[in-house]
Structures are given as C-alpha cells and as structure tokens.
C-alpha cells in the first residue's frame, strides 16, 4: 500500500472524479494580484489561505497508498519543491517573453510580459491554484501544480513534478493529467518546457 497517508488524507473528502481536501502551502501564500486570485475558488470549498489538493484516485474506493506515499513525500521536501516549481516557470517565462509580447497588443504587452529579473518580479504575475496528486513510483512523489498566469489567461500554467524535479512547465492541463514522469520529461522539449526550460530554440 505504500507510506502512511499523512494525517491531512483524515480530511479528504470524496469529489465527483477525485479526492479532495484543503491544504496550507506556504511557499506559494501571496503569489499574484487579486484580479489574478479571482478565478480561484470562485464556489468557497476551499477556505481562505488554504488551497486545493485533487487526487486522480476513484472518490468511492479507499485512496491507494501510492497516492499518500506521492504527497507525503511532497510533505517531506516541501520547501524545496515549491522553489523549484517557481524556479522551473521562471526558466519558462524568460524563454518565452519575447514570443509572448510580440503575440498580444503593444498596449498591453508591460502588463502581460513585463521585464523580470528574478523570483520577486514574477511573484505578482503568478497564482497558485491547486496541487494535483499521481500515484509514486520508485519512492518518489508525481505532482502537478496548477497555477494562473499574467500571460496564459486561457489555459492557465501546468507544472509536472516527478521526486524532486521539475521535468514540464506548459498548460494546467499538463499538471492534471496522469501520464508517466517519462513522458513528462520528452514533451515538447526544446520549447522552453521540462528538463530543455530556457533552453536556445
């Protein structure tokens, strides 16, 4: 069955297709302005400074241990996830900047795609949104983190996380899909995503 589910899985609750429950993660408290902050939780479920945990597991059976074992070990190496999860989008963004401003009006291209030099200048352009929980393999955790973003309006920001390490940056929906880490980590490479982040096209 894997790890112990950490005593936050007491609190998990079955949804419509997953399980759920509310969790605190500090590294990613004050991350984006508020018009950024509004799509998220428009319906409440998840109370305020908290923020949503999904488990791709099957709401009427019991939650299988790999799936604790994945976020106990997010537990475990929070701290270090969470900066790599925003250091991997920070290599993202300054790969893709310049394709970004080209694409949208001028007028609105410093408020799109403005100049950052570091994690504190691409704090307001983010807002987390939820965690998304695979089932681990080797011991090791397989997560997605959902984010809304200043210049991805539309499909919002994924990120996919196998152990430790940031292996794509694309669209939320890469983060709520249950594929391998090793598919992760060949998609769309060379495009400023997974492992080729910031790499020259």
Known sequence: MGAVPPDE???????????????????????????????????????????????????????????AASFAFFRTREVAICRNVLQGVLKHYLHVRDDIRESVDPEFADEIAPVVRGLDDLRPLLAFNSVY?????????????????????????????WGDEVVLVGHQSDAIEGRGHTEWALKNMGDGMGGAAGAKR
């Not at 998990?12 to 984006?32: S, V, Y």
């Not at 089932?135 to 996919?160: I, M, Q, S, T, Y």
Request: with cysteine; aromatic share 10%.
């Open 133 to 161: 929980v695979h089932p681990a393999g080797g011991g090791k955790a397989d997560l997605g983190f959902g984010l809304e973003c200043a210049w991805e309006e539309e499909h919002g920001l994924g990120v996919r996380v």
């Open 9 to 67: 899985f007491g609190r998990a609750r079955p949804g419509r297709f997953t399980w759920e429950l509310a969790a605190t993660i500090p590294a990613f408290d004050g991350l984006g302005t508020e018009k950024l902050r509004r799509g998220i939780n428009r319906d409440g479920r998840v109370p305020r400074g908290m923020f949503s945990v999904s488990m791709k597991a099957d709401p009427g059976r019991p939650i299988p241990g790999s799936f």
